[in-house]
């Protein structure tokens, strides 16, 4: 299977940066898009950004111009370097891979465990 770890998270000020990374392993044939989402108490998970195997990347509104995803396809890892931050950016944030296992098998989504940003005001 495939497992994903995200590291990265912590608290930090409003107007501060962290930089989020998953990193995936397993039995793993391929990986098509990573991406990052998150889920603040109360509400539902939303996108923040993914990245095709590509390159190709696409983010929520909301963090679009203060937020970058990259991609090291080698070592299957992703970051997400996020800046100017504020209160509005805390939650658990949720790692993602569309992963295949066999060259024969369609994409299947995985899920990392999340990793917690909080922003102080």
């Known amino acids: 299977q495939v497992q994903l770890v995200e590291s990265g998270g912590g608290l930090v000020q409003a107007g501060g940066s962290l930089r989020l990374s998953c990193a995936a392993s397993g039995s793993i044939f391929s990986i098509n898009a990573m991406g990052w989402y998150r889920q603040a108490p109360g509400k539902q998970r939303e996108l923040v950004a993914t990245?095709?195997?590509?390159?190709?990347?696409n983010y929520g509104d909301s963090v679009k111009d203060r937020f970058t995803i990259s991609r090291d396809g080698a070592k299957s890892v992703v970051y997400l370097q996020m800046n100017s931050l504020n209160p509005e950016d805390a939650a658990v944030y949720y790692c993602?891979?569309?992963?295949?296992?066999?060259?024969?098998?369609?994409?299947?989504?995985?899920w990392g465990q999340g990793t917690q940003v909080t922003v102080s005001s």
């Open positions: 990245i095709t195997s590509g390159g190709s990347t």
């Open positions: 993602k891979a569309d992963a295949k296992i066999r060259a024969w098998d369609y994409p299947r989504p995985y």
